[in-house]
Nanobody, 120 residues
Framework: QVQLVESGGGSVQPGGSLRLSCAASGRSFTIYAMGWYRQAPGKQRDLVASISRAGNTNYADSVKGRFTISRDNAKNTIYLQMNSLKPGDTAVYYC??????????????WGQGTLVTVFS
């Protein structure tokens, strides 16, 4: 009963910025760690950034210093501010969350993805 919906993707030129959002909706759930993954054409899905409920963050080396992940626990939403975008950042970006139901059972949930295209 939990759905993750990404938004904010689009097409930009190198050096541009985008802000992605991922909102979780449903009933009787608690979100712990959340993260952003991306999958470029013909490539595997890789972690971009993650954030714990307490706000501890982790970034892939390729985006350190350019991307910032944040969350609003009250809104069950995370964000990914992407600056200084490069053509190599082109991918479908997926939201991921550790979700616990009211019994405490934890599942990993995925959004449907939002496309980011950086034209060279």
């Amino acid at each position: 009963q939990v759905q993750l919906v990404e938004s904010g993707g689009g097409s930009v030129q190198p050096g541009g910025s985008l802000r992605l959002s991922c909102a979780a909706s449903g009933r009787s759930f608690t979100i712990y760690a959340m993260g952003w993954y991306r999958q470029a054409p013909g490539k595997q899905r890789d972690l971009v950034a993650s954030i714990s409920r307490a706000g501890n963050t982790n970034y892939a080396d390729s985006v350190k210093g350019r991307f910032t992940i944040s969350r609003d626990n009250a809104k069950n939403t995370i964000y990914l501010q992407m600056n200084s975008l490069k053509p190599g950042d082109t991918a479908v970006y997926y939201c991921n969350a550790e979700v616990a139901n009211m019994t405490g059972y934890v599942l990993e949930e995925w959004g449907q993805g939002t496309l980011v295209t950086v034209f060279s």
